[in-house]
């Protein structure tokens, strides 16, 4: 039996309390904050993540087993070295990677650098830093288009912007070296754009052995027919159609393996989750970037299709005996539909109303920026209120059942884009169009 804290407050924090609660050897389960969806499975604890003195202290007195940070920032800092460090914590379990390998999503320039020294396929590149501002510009008015530019550091999934002409490229890259996203962008990678079509591949690892979980497609443009602004991710959808035995095979050939060599080989440890931000370009993977957890909201479609244990798979995870276990896979489609408040990823209001939670139908709600206000009444709190997320037999099904769930959820100026989905839909239609002839 094991007694579990969840770090984060997020949608993919409430898909992971979610599975985790469903299985026989959960004991107790905490999460830290937590938000509304997430209190109906686990005890919200007012601790931030960021704490490391408030989590160590709270997982001494409640003789945490088992700890699952979800957000990238704990990770990157180094809670797994804080936590290892401290003798009364010893039996503590840590689903995350060291601090030293949870590089791969801390800086994008040791990323790149990590990839050149073990030959994983990416993107050419290369990285400028503030005093470098001049020849920086030089390198952009040569550059292809589009070209990308992507913050060094983390930047909450915003960090990364794609350039149409070399005027854009040129302003951009000033606004980003003088400071655009704050700490992040003091040091710019600038990088061919490869033309192809994204994929997310999820690999749990314990460091010596792995599992592939099911793959997902997320939706990073606030408006239909990805335009507009970059946001945390609107929608998901898995599996992926073109995503087959052949694909999956040169990722792990290519990308899974090296890379874990490579972190040995470097002595960064690393125990947990390993996204993989994929281009398929003719049917090869190339990496655009690492993650060092789960995505959001691309978990609340993968966790929809695991049909494991997921608690045995963490705790196994953490243990060093992944090679132990086994995954099953349902075979339907998940989609998930991010309900957003208007105006994000920019300025929008909060402590709007939510109504209609009763009235959905074949489909899970993941909490986001939710909370549960004096009268019991559950309330926006942020710019991603909620996900639904929906598993049928087919992509349409799936789409159809999420779109009625995400139409059915009433909050002032909500918002949600309704061609998730559909751009796989036309793919799977064309693929079989070609068969037949």
Do not use: W
């Not at 979610?18 to 107790?28: M, R, T």
């Amino acid at each position: 039996m094991a007694r579990v804290l969840v770090l984060g407050s997020g949608g993919r924090e409430h898909a992971f309390v979610y599975k985790i609660a469903q299985s026989p050897l959960c004991e107790a389960l905490f999460v830290a904050p937590g938000n509304a969806g997430t209190a109906r499975h686990a005890q919200n604890v007012n601790i931030d993540p960021m704490d490391f003195e408030a989590v160590a202290r709270f997982c001494q007195e409640k003789s945490i087993d088992l700890l699952v940070p979800g957000p990238e920032a704990p990770l990157v800092a180094g809670i797994r070295d804080v936590l290892e460090a401290q003798p009364q914590l010893k039996g503590l379990k840590i689903v995350g990677p060291s601090q030293k390998a949870a590089r791969l999503e801390g800086s994008k320039d040791f990323a790149k650098q990590f990839m050149q020294r073990y030959g994983i396929p990416t993107a050419r590149y290369r990285t400028f830093e503030a005093g470098q501002l001049q020849q920086a510009l030089d390198y952009l008015q040569q550059h292809p288009l589009p070209v990308v530019l992507k913050a060094d550091g983390l930047a909450a999934g915003k960090g990364v912007l794609i350039c149409e002409s070399h005027e854009q490229a040129v302003e951009e890259m000033k606004a980003m070296l003088s400071g655009k996203f704050g700490e992040a962008s003091r040091k710019v990678v600038v990088e061919e754009f490869l033309q192809g079509i994204e994929v997310s591949v999820f690999v749990l690892t314990d460091g010596k052995d792995y599992l592939v979980l099911p793959e997902a497609k997320d939706y990073k443009r606030i408006g239909e027919g990805d335009t507009g602004l970059n946001t945390g991710g609107m929608g998901a959808v898995s599996p992926v159609p073109f995503v087959n035995k052949d694909f999956i095979g040169k990722v792990e050939e290519r990308i899974i393996r090296p890379t874990l060599q490579g972190l040995q080989q470097e002595q960064a440890p690393y125990c947990g989750f390993i996204f993989l931000g994929l281009m398929n370009v003719n049917g090869d993977p190339y990496v655009i970037e690492y993650n060092v957890r789960m995505g959001d909201p691309e978990t609340q479609a993968v966790f929809a299709r695991i049909e494991s244990d997921l608690l045995e798979l963490l705790d196994a995870t953490a243990a060093g005996t992944l090679k132990h276990q086994s995954l099953q896979i349902s075979p339907y489609t998940a989609v998930t539909v991010v309900l957003a408040s208007q105006g994000y990823p920019q300025t929008y209001e909060k402590d709007k109303v939510i109504e209609g939670f009763d009235e959905v139908e074949e489909a899970i709600i993941f909490h986001a920026g939710t909370r549960q206000d004096g009268k019991g009444q559950i309330l926006t709190a942020g710019g991603r209120v909620l996900a639904v997320t929906s598993l049928a037999e087919t992509l349409p099904q799936a789409r159809q059942l999420a779109m009625k769930a995400a139409a059915t959820i009433r909050f002032s100026n909500k918002y949600y884009r309704r061609d998730i989905g559909l751009d796989l839909e036309r793919y799977e239609q064309e693929a079989e169009a070609s068969r037949q002839n």
